[in-house]
T-cell receptor, first 115, second 114 residues
Framework: AQTVTQSQPEMSVQEAETVTLSCTYDTSESNYYLFWYKQPPSRQMILVIRQEAYKQQNATENRFSVNFQKAAKSFSLKISDSQLGDTAMYFCAFMKHANFNKFYFGSGTKLNVKP | DVKVTQSSRYLVKRTGEKVFLECVQDMDHENMFWYRQDPGLGLRLIYFSYDVKMKEKGDIPEGYSVSREKKERFSLILESASTNQTSMYLC?????????????FGPGTRLTVL
């Protein structure tokens, strides 16, 4: 089975600053996808960003970007210019290609953005 | 936009009761999933379904069953609820096939078993 590890249970950042959330995973697969999902307090989980393993270029979505290190099996999320609305639980997830889209999630990182 | 809805946001049940959690998606997705979310454990897959009437066990199926009679609806059943099933339950759906990868989540049902 695949495993996904988020070693930071909770983090804090000041508004407008940059923060990086860590994620490592363990797999023997070569073709897979990685995701970061955001779950705001009492609100629905939404996709933040996704990365296809065969693409070497790191994905970016506005203030969100990833540092994908395939050999190291590392997939960190960088949030630039943090906003109060970024306060949420962040989950890293792994999906093996062509496997009914089964996801494997990390334990989550609670991010607090302080004014 | 994909919409995934769950029948209740909060539910309180007694030990031994039969509990039904309903999930509906409106985007004709083939795959549907039930997870439970517990602090420090992330999301763990209970069951998933890749087609009507088809189901597969996830990582923690004990104490649960599922039903998928229509493509848009996926039900999670707790045959005899126990206190250790107190948790947040999340439903998700996704397309199947090449290029389909993202899961879309419902708002969750926070179940308390007394």
């Amino acid at each position: 089975a695949q495993t996904v590890t988020q070693s930071q249970p909770e983090m804090s950042v000041q508004e407008a600053e940059t923060v990086t959330l860590s994620c490592t995973y363990d797999t023997s697969e070569s073709n897979y996808y990685l995701f970061w999902y955001k779950q705001p307090p009492s609100r629905q989980m939404i996709l933040v960003i996704r990365q296809e393993a065969y693409k070497q270029q790191n994905a970016t979505e506005n203030r969100f970007s990833v540092n994908f290190q395939k050999a190291a099996k590392s997939f960190s999320l960088k949030i630039s210019d943090s906003q109060l609305g970024d306060t949420a639980m962040y989950f890293c997830a792994f999906m093996k290609h062509a496997n009914f889209n089964k996801f494997y999630f990390g334990s989550g990182t609670k991010l607090n953005v302080k004014p | 936009d994909v919409k995934v809805t769950q029948s209740s946001r909060y539910l309180v049940k007694r030990t031994g009761e039969k509990v039904f959690l309903e999930c509906v998606q409106d985007m004709d997705h083939e795959n549907m999933f039930w997870y439970r979310q517990d602090p420090g454990l992330g999301l763990r897959l209970i069951y998933f379904s890749y087609d009507v009437k088809m189901k597969e066990k996830g990582d923690i199926p004990e104490g649960y069953s599922v039903s998928r009679e229509k493509k848009e609806r996926f039900s999670l059943i707790l045959e005899s609820a126990s206190t250790n099933q107190t948790s947040m339950y999340l439903c998700a759906s996704s397309l199947e096939g090449e290029g389909a990868d993202t899961q879309y989540f419902g708002p969750g049902t926070r179940l308390t078993v007394l």
